[in-house]
């Protein structure tokens, strides 16, 4: 029992001896924050920013790789290539003048990036003028009743496993967007998606379709970026 006792003693102290190096060592840390904190407080204001930022982030590199897989595909197939604008410029700004001049098979395309950043979102044109973007929330919806909500957490991961339920899909965050569109004169317009959207459909006569690479709408030629990399890869230049 004594040497229970004093096991338990020299323990005690033993804790007692590590939190207040804890706390020592947090307080040293806040006063070291307090006397560095224009240094500190951009950094922690950039950490807070990433999860809202990284949407944007996402895009941004997707357009530069669209870009640089375009220019690398133009010289292969020894296309003539000329990107007009800053490749990021309409994620973020509304402008007029189109963006790439690419010659193909003795074709010009004028190509303009439609504005805005469209990832993960569903886009519904009106026209290459208007469009009108909206978020979307999946939503599993299990088929079996259970009123437990525990048993339904449960229920719910072995329901997906065995396929016995069915998906809700809600849009909603609807948002108007308004696109410039201007083309080279004597030049194949085209509107290109980069990148790319979840869904993108467009009013044709009274109802809505869905709209793919290649696809002509009300005179501009549709492309998301994999389509249009994937035709220019098919193309050759003409001497």
């Not at 229970?4 to 070291?32: D, G, H, P, Q, R």
């Not at 292969?76 to 189109?98: A, D, E, G, H, M």
Request: aromatic share 14%; charged share 20%.
């Amino acid at each position: 029992m004594t040497i229970l006792l004093f096991t338990l003693f020299f323990f005690c102290i033993f804790a007692l001896n590590a939190a207040i190096k804890f706390i020592l060592a947090t307080f040293s840390l806040v006063e070291a924050l307090g006397i560095m904190w224009y240094h500190t407080l951009p950094i922690a204001a950039a950490i807070v920013m990433i999860p809202f930022a990284w949407r944007h982030l996402r895009a941004m590199w997707s357009r530069l790789r669209f870009v640089s897989r375009l220019r690398r595909i133009c010289r292969k197939n020894k296309l003539k290539c000329k990107v007009k604008t800053p490749s990021l410029l309409s994620i973020f700004f509304r402008y007029q003048q189109s963006d790439i001049r690419v010659e193909a098979d003795g074709v010009t395309y004028s190509v303009k990036f439609f504005g805005g950043n469209v990832l993960r979102r569903f886009v519904h044109l009106q026209s290459p003028e208007l469009a009108e973007t909206s978020k979307f929330f999946v939503m599993p919806v299990i088929v079996e009743r259970n009123k437990s909500r525990l048993g339904t957490w449960v229920f719910g991961k072995v329901a997906m496993m065995r396929g016995k339920f069915f998906i809700n899909e809600l849009e909603y965050g609807r948002k108007k967007l308004k696109n410039v569109v201007s083309f080279e004169e004597n030049a194949v317009p085209v509107l290109l998606f980069s990148p790319a959207p979840m869904r993108l459909t467009g009013v044709v006569g009274n109802t809505s379709k869905p709209l793919g690479s290649a696809e002509v709408y009300q005179g501009v030629t549709i492309y998301e970026a994999e389509g249009f990399l994937r035709f220019l890869s098919r193309c050759s230049s003409v001497v």
